[in-house]
């Protein structure tokens, strides 16, 4: 799995920009780019330039000049990648960005795989597993609670907290092999009441760091909300109504994709996802027929429902009733996912009128989306389903599902152990169940690898990190 | 126009990858670096940093880590602007982009207007306007040709043959004003041979730089191309098998669009850019009654239009009349257009029918798109159309329609000055036609120029640029 040969990438996004930047790391690294680069002062080769220093000039193929760049150097062992590493920094043309990867191509580099410079990272022991997956997290996170989390395990916060278990666990296995070379004296050199302590002590982590799980899975992919209504409610106008600040944030650089936007939004830090609701959009039978398959599909994707029903409706009687019907119904077959009753365009309304539908529908949430009216108060009650409180602590969370199954498996192992410290079981098997219990751990900062486990991870990386 | 706020962008491409880059340029750019930077290694601060290093640390909002980044400074003049740069080499995802971006705001920087680095550049005299707007033709280019023309341009190959010719210019014009000053004793500072000589030459290259822009045009622009013809004879398939080789090289990277591609091909390093055939895929007409009003529309735009048929369909007699008329139609209408008879299929046909249908339609181009034969020599006859002389001979092209616009207004005062000469005008006269000559010349380079000027220009740039 070690590599010797020197990689290239596009590090930046694909498309044209102000600039991009290609980068290679490998042993070659710096006599590439010294084969293709022309200094504009003709100065000395970036061989002999130090680290972390940057040059400008050419990029030349011949007699060819491809593009005026500036060339970053980077001396190992400091580098991201642990190896020499060399960053150009080119026109954003794509044809020129091309051009200078076909040419590095030529001169001996190999087209990077996804994830590979992280990947040499951590063979070359600048990164943990962990920290190595928290990088794809950042890279990926969209909102401040993602972020914060991928920022915190990348900087070790979470390996920290695994290694020093597992340094401690480790500790006590060693005592206990060594009493299995003494079996015949019947000694003990693990102290019994001190282990039984400690197996305690990573139990009650481990179960809080599974716990995590849960918060950590919805912080990373946004909760699901369905936003369910007849057409024309304004469930479109009430979702731009809940982007507004968003947008305005986001508007500010040219080019960014508006529909995905439209899908997932940031309330106080935390993404909210809104499943197809064009979908919704489509089907005329809300009303009639809320038992209709593709609206309960919707509601079962989603971890809170909205529905939204436009206040002019319920000056017809006929429609409190039908509506008080649609909500038992959703009640009955969804008793625990939160359900937000929501009136829209309550501009429409006096206070009678409204007043006289919340004696009907107690818990309704009158709003305007157009008007901006009530719509912080639906972001507050969308963030009360949120258990925030993990978070606000600043305790390590879980994100990662394969995080999360290791855990799973070194709960199970710490849990025999447990057992068998109560049962008195004999030193031999307590160190086998032990010993598995330190493999779980070790498989989540990687300590414990093997090539298709970091195939798996990596390959799930965008190509140049 | 001369700024003194400091101004903030990305400059790469938006959208998550591996790594984003946030550009700073003003006299606080190292001040407000600073004031969100933490280095790693607790080592001085940025601005005491020697310029074109590269530091390692954290961005911090407070006591919020907002990303590792590796931070490049460049100190003024020897920077892209000339003034302070400061980039921010962080991990990209939308959301650090924006949390560092914000930041940076807050601190007193100012969102940069599209193209405002490269205007400083222009202002603090980095580069001169040609050589200005060769950056964002550059970054634009998307094929060898274009690109080396931006390149050449960027590099002031244009600028240097304009400043020449004016610099001699202005010798004689200042000779031919002080002769105004002595008007009262009829002398002549300047030699009127050798400025007929001059005016002569200036005519000539003005003549060929404008003659140039046609073929410039063709380059920067792409060759319009039209493929017309039946639905289903095989249109999309020509145009994946002339891309094939393109799309080989663009698949190395992911998320390069295809459908951008699909549109626009490099042949020879020459665009030709296919005109919305899927429009014309759409309309069942073509056979029946090519004179249809949207066929004659694409074939309007192209510079050259490829009639594709489907060989199997010349296997009935009364297909090759109606085709044979359908040619002549187009031939009428566009006799100058370049018209190529392509039949797609040919492996369906047997020589003796490969003969026959030659011996009715001699121009007829045989090929199978989907096995690839015939297709590089449709290649070479597009490529033919193109006149790559000037090209190929590394003659300066003007591509730009302002130079263009210029060189015209300044050809049209030489050939003042020239019958001025000819018809022996007074001096003072003679003056006016040089200096309005001068002052076209200047337009190019940006020695004269305006507001409104700068701000047209430097408004089609992409921000961070």
Redesign the interface.
Known sequence: MIHHDTIV?????????????I?LSGKDAVAIADACFKSVKNLKKLSLQKT?????GHIIDGNK????V?V?V?KNPNSYTGEDVV?V?C?????????I??LFLRKGCR?ATAGE?TLRAFLNGKLDLSQAEA?AD???????A??QIA?QQ??GGFSSEIAKLREELLNFASLIELELDFAEEDVEFADRTQFKELVERISFVLKRLIDSFAVGNVIKNGIPVAIVGEPNVGKSTLLNALLNEERA??S??????RDTIEDEISIGGIGFRFIDTAGIRETKDVVESIGIKKTFEKIDQAQVVVFLADSLNFKVDVFINSFKIEIEKIKNKYPLKPLLIVANKVDKLNENQIKSIKSEIPQIHFLSAKKGIGVDELKDKLLSFVNTGALRNNDTIVTNSRHYDSLLKALDEIEKVKHGLQSGLSGDLLAIDIRQALYHFGEITGEITNDDLLGNIFANF????
């Open positions: 990438a596009l590090a930046t996004p694909s498309g044209a920009g102000a600039i991009a930047v980068r972390h220093t940057i040059h400008l000049t491809i593009d005026e500036l970053s980077f960053e920094s026109h954003g043309s794509n044809y020129i960005q091309q051009e990867i076909q087209m410079f990088v950042l890279i990926s996170s969209d909102n401040e993602s972020h920022m990348m900087r944030i986001v500010h650089i040219a080019g960014t994709t965008c190509i140049g990190k």
